[in-house]
């Protein structure tokens, strides 16, 4: 089995930074051997992908509304990947996931990951 757990959000003004954290665990998971990712959820709003890193960490993806304030890295030997957020904005308010593939290479879409967190709350307040 595997666990995803994130830490890290809360509320933050406009302009404002959090770093999101997810920590993997498992018995037979091998946390360099998985791309992971990160989704959110606003309410009311479909789940929708935010950021991903593949396994050794050298290709990363992002959605653009996040381009040039977020950034997504891993540590692998903490069995760790982050969601660096600067410059929020109202609109960033949601649950943000943290997400593993099974895949051999990065996915963005939400279908294409295998495990997943239970979420923790983002409010940006204006």
């Known amino acids: 089995q595997v666990q995803l757990v994130e830490s890290g959000g809360g509320l933050v003004q406009a302009g404002g930074s959090l770093r999101l954290s997810c920590t993997a665990s498992?018995?037979?998971?091998?946390?360099?051997?998985?791309?992971m990712g990160w989704f959110r959820q606003a309410a009311g709003k479909e789940r929708e992908f935010v950021a991903a890193?593949?396994?050794?960490?050298?290709?990363?993806y992002r959605v653009d509304s996040v381009k040039g304030r977020f950034t997504i890295s891993r540590d692998n030997a903490k069995n760790t990947v982050y969601l660096q957020m600067n410059s929020l904005k109202p609109e960033d308010t949601a649950v943000y996931y943290c997400?593993?593939?099974?895949?051999?290479?990065?996915?963005?879409?939400?279908?294409?990951?295998?495990?997943w967190g239970q979420g923790t709350q983002v409010t940006v307040s204006s």
């Open positions: 997400a593993a593939t099974l895949r051999s290479w990065v996915p963005t879409r939400r279908s294409e990951y295998d495990y």
């Open positions: 498992g018995r037979a998971f091998t946390f360099s051997s998985n791309a």
């Open positions: 890193i593949s396994r050794s960490g050298g290709s990363t």
